[in-house]
């Protein structure tokens, strides 16, 4: 007996989506393409790692992304490159490298695809994870805020994610963000003995990100601090009620957080999380802000923007659970014999190529356990092959959703089903 080698095993939090899951995928990813395409966003794809430098600079150091969770490696050059945690910085490097910019006015791109973080994995919370993304660059008036929000309300209504709810707040900008971050740090400065190791280092570093510890303690400390919307200057404040008042047009329901900051140094004023309650405490499947200095940091123009993604994985769990297998479309040649199999092979590939879903045994299996097969698979229509029909031309079509059957002449065997195909799939 030979010896069994031991198989290998994916990485931990690094999880595969196999055929029996990917029609979820699919579909949201399709629903998601179509309406960012309806909004006016075209797709942009960016590789998977990045030089390490640039999310240091985009994101921000002192974050928990850069100090804890990149994926960062040498490669054989010697060169230090991460694999993205995040879209929007490689998205506005791709856009400045290659003077996407330089028109001025409004651009939109949007993205999909795998990003990485290494963090414990958890419920909800994955090494690998995949994000739906898009970037608004070159706009500062509120009426884009609101069309970025509104986009992510049609796209989740009409996925029928239930339940979800969108918290809005405004951070402030470069002119009333530092007295913010004073008031704030004076405030959690006197209280220092509550906070967790991590944010006490937070404290020293960069206070904000205390915002963004889930530790209780913190949380709690954080619920009574400040808040940035007293500190608002008066464009934010104005911009910030501006968007209030078009949402209301819009009819567009949401709550104001003053305590929702997002985990990233570049946003600016507008800051929002779209979260499903059910979801317990990784509840937010969509987040994102605005972020009017980031372009100019990163060395272009002074451009505002703005811009989201969608956790995948959590968007995924929010959705209703779909009736498996209501498909009951093409057809499945069954056939008894050489000859007939032989015909059959023809025939599937005739259907095929014009469009139709078709297939037939490979296996040498019973007539009957083909059939059975053909019904486990959801066929619409079994085409049965054997000597007789052979010897008389004529084949027997049987209608798995009605139960009935019909013989006709082998010769119009394809044409016949490819329009009979196009009709049921109408029905
Ligand atoms: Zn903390
Ligand atoms: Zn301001």
């Not at 960062?72 to 050059?77: A, I, K, L, Q, S």
């Not at 009409?158 to 707040?169: I, Q, R």
């Not at 209280?191 to 889930?214: A, G, M, Q, S, W």
């Not at 490819?418 to 049921?424: A, C, I, K, P, T």
Request: hydrophobic share 35%; charged share 30%.
């Amino acid at each position: 007996m030979s010896e069994m080698k031991p198989i290998f095993k994916g990485v931990r939090g690094a999880p595969d989506i196999l055929p029996g899951e990917v029609g979820r995928w699919q579909r949201v990813e399709a629903e998601a393409r179509r309406i960012l395409q309806d909004y006016g966003y075209q797709e942009i794809r960016t590789p998977i790692f990045e030089r390490t430098e640039l999310f240091v600079r985009g994101i921000g150091e002192g974050t928990d992304i850069v100090e804890k969770q990149m994926y960062t490696f040498e490669d054989r050059g010697k060169e230090s490159l991460t694999l993205r945690p995040e879209g929007t910085a490689p998205v506005i490097r791709a856009c400045l490298e290659h003077h996407l910019l330089t028109r001025g006015g409004l651009y939109k791109v949007y993205y999909t695809g795998p990003m990485f973080r290494h963090e414990r994995p958890q419920a909800g919370r994955f090494r690998q994870f995949h994000q739906i993304g898009a970037e608004a660059i070159g706009v500062e008036d509120p009426a884009l805020d609101a069309e970025v929000l509104d986009l992510l309300c049609h796209l989740f209504d009409t996925l029928g994610v239930s339940g979800w709810k969108l918290h809005l707040n405004s951070i402030g900008d470069e002119a009333c963000r530092p007295v913010f971050r004073e008031q704030f740090t004076r405030y959690v400065q006197a209280k220092k003995e509550k906070l967790c190791p991590d944010c006490r280092v937070r404290l020293e570093r960069n206070p904000l990100r205390i915002l963004d510890c889930k530790e209780e303690g913190c949380r709690s400390l954080v619920a009574q601090a400040p808040s940035p919307l007293e500190s608002l200057c008066k464009d934010c404040k104005t911009h910030f009620h501006r968007l209030q008042e078009l949402l209301g047009l819009l009819k567009i329901d949401y709550s104001v957080n003053e305590h929702l900051v997002r985990g990233l140094d570049y946003y600016t004023r507008t800051a929002f999380e779209f979260v499903n309650p059910a979801l317990g405490a990784q509840n937010a499947i969509a987040g994102g802000g605005r972020y009017d200095r980031l372009v100019d940091e990163m060395g272009g123009p002074p451009m505002p923007g703005i811009g989201f993604a969608i956790g995948m994985e959590r968007l995924l769990i929010s959705l209703p659970q779909e009736e498996q297998g209501e498909m009951w479309i093409g057809v499945f040649a069954a056939t008894l014999g050489k000859e007939a199999s032989q015909l059959a092979l023809q025939i599937v590939q005739g259907l095929r190529r014009q469009g139709v879903r078709a297939s037939l045994d490979l296996e040498g299996r019973s007539l009957k356990s083909q059939m059975r097969l053909a019904h486990k698979e959801r066929y619409r229509y079994t085409l049965i092959l054997g000597d007789e029909e052979l010897k008389t031309g004529l084949a027997t079509l049987k209608d798995m959703a009605k139960g009935d059957q019909e013989q006709i002449p082998l010769r119009e065997v394809v044409n016949r089903l490819v329009s009979q195909e196009s009709r049921g799939r109408a029905e």
